[in-house]
């Protein structure tokens, strides 16, 4: 249970209010005017309600403020002016709201703010280079907003505290700032979905304590004349001619790196498998070519793999099933030869397995139908040959089933009516003889089955 309501309290009448926190309830209508009484406030914690109309300006005359947290409200207008007079403020939260208009570039003169997030709303034009000498800010937050063009060459040169820093779903454009390197206490960095381009700096690998990187979905290209993927070497200090200083070594603190939907270039190193810690690795949607580094099974701890879409060639490595705590597998859309080995078993945790759209033949080990919690399996646009495995109906979780458009053949086996929660079954184009088993009936969260394109009679 919660309160609801507007808030029918008049707050002139407690003068010596310091604390006043509200949060998780489902108090709607203007904030209330009275609390402009309360001039010893330190605190107001609002967030998840459903109060409307603009911050109002009153708040910035509260000097005693230093948390304020309007998080997931209604509010709309723009950010008031005052809260610039606010000396004492540590942590502003005004994210998951409707706020509009610019960001006021005085809120760049709050030296003591700690935490200052307003993600999440309609803000427009750009980021004021005050923001960058916030030298006690730990944690900044602008993501999904409007905010457009360059950001400061400088930036981040004058926040030595700074831990996390988002800045995704964006319209920011030009070069990512090598200077962002200066943030030396950085953790984590996301800039997705933006319209950055040139190539990805390398200084970022001097970011010692760095934990998370995401950059997918932006125009981020490798460095030009190298054959590599730089970043990545920079990641992991390993010198070549492109790279001529140290910049550093993340070894023992990445543990996830997005890097999907760019225009990066080249091969994979062999240096990234030193990023030993690396639990989630994304390069999918890149110009990435050559083979994938035997040496990958030396990633143990990785549980999400992403390389799809891309021009990678030649076999499945072995090394790659010895990644034995995989959850999450897609390497599809590339020119993957081969088969898949009887291995794969080695994957007991595995939940997504995509293989789809290579060229990938010979037959499905038995062996796959060991992978007991998966629940998605794409191998479709391949040219596997043999018949369905007969252990199909260990696949207890099993949601979606594509295999179509291979070269499997023989009988469907009767083990898929045991797919209890299988709701999408694609086996069409291939070549399946004999009857469809009239156990599929039982199959009673089925959706989607396409059969089409056999021999089935």
């Known amino acids: 249970d919660s309160f609801h309501g507007h808030l029918l309290v008049d707050f002139s009448r407690l003068p010596l209010l310091e604390n006043l926190s509200i949060r998780k309830n489902n108090f709607e209508g203007l904030i209330p005017q009275t609390l402009s009484h309360c001039q010893g406030l330190q605190i107001l914690s609002s967030r ?7 911050i109002p300006e009153f708040l910035g ?3 005693e403020f230093k948390i ?3 998080y997931g409200n209604r509010l709309k207008g723009t950010i008031p002016v005052s809260f610039a007079n606010l000396s004492k403020l540590e942590f502003l939260n005004i994210g998951k709201n409707h706020m509009q208009g610019n960001i006021p570039s005085k809120l760049g003169s709050k030296t003591q703010l700690t935490f200052f997030s307003m993600e999440m709303n309609n803000l427009t034009g750009t980021l004021p280079e005050s923001f960058f000498n916030l030298s006690a800010l730990q944690n900044l937050s602008f993501a999904i907003n409007q905010l457009t063009r360059h950001l400061p060459k400088d930036a981040d040169c004058f926040l030595p505290n700074l831990q996390r820093l988002y800045m995704g779903i964006n319209n920011f454009d030009g070069p990512l700032p090598a200077s962002l390197s200066n943030a030396t206490r950085l953790q984590l960095l996301t800039a997705k979905s933006n319209k950055f381009s040139g ?3 390398l200084e970022l690998g001097s970011l010692s304590q760095l ?27 390993c010198l070549n001619g492109i790279l001529l200083a140290f910049v550093g070594n993340l070894t023992t603190t990445l543990l996830e790196l997005d890097l999907s939907s760019n225009q990066i270039e080249g091969t994979m190193p062999l240096a990234l498998a030193n990023l030993t810690k690396l639990i989630a690795l994304g390069l999918s949607s890149n ?31 072995l090394p790659i099933y010895l990644l034995v705590h995989m959850f999450i597998l897609c390497i599809e859309r590339t020119m993957l030869i081969g088969s898949i080995s009887i291995s794969i078993n080695n994957f007991t945790s595995l939940q997504a397995l995509d293989l789809s759209s290579n060229n990938l033949s010979s037959a499905l080990p038995p062996s796959l139908c060991e992978l007991k919690d998966l629940l998605e399996i794409y191998l479709q646009d391949n040219s596997f040959t043999g018949h369905l495995p007969l252990g199909l109906g260990s696949f207890a979780k099993m949601i979606d089933m594509d295999i179509s458009a291979n070269k499997l053949s023989e009988e469907l086996p009767t083990s898929l009516s045991k797919l209890q929660m299988l709701e999408y079954l694609n086996l069409s184009h291939n070549t399946f003889v004999g009857h469809i088993p009239e156990q599929l009936d039982h199959m009673l969260d089925l959706d989607t089955i396409d ?5 089935l009679s």
């Open 61 to 63: 005359s509260l000097l």
């Open 211 to 237: 934990t998370y990187l995401s950059l997918w979905g932006n125009m981020l290209t490798n460095v030009p004349g190298n054959r590599e993927l730089s970043i990545l070497t920079s990641f992991t200090n």
């Open 287 to 317: 110009k990435i070519k050559g083979i994938i580094p035997p040496n990958i099974g030396h990633m143990h701890s990785l549980q999400m793999l992403s390389l799809d879409n891309n021009a990678l060639k030649g076999p499945i490595p």
């Open 451 to 455: 059969l089409s394109h056999n021999n």
């Open 68 to 70: 304020l947290n309007l």
């Open 48 to 54: 998840d309600n459903q109060f409307y109309g603009s």
């Open 199 to 201: 190539p990805i700096p």
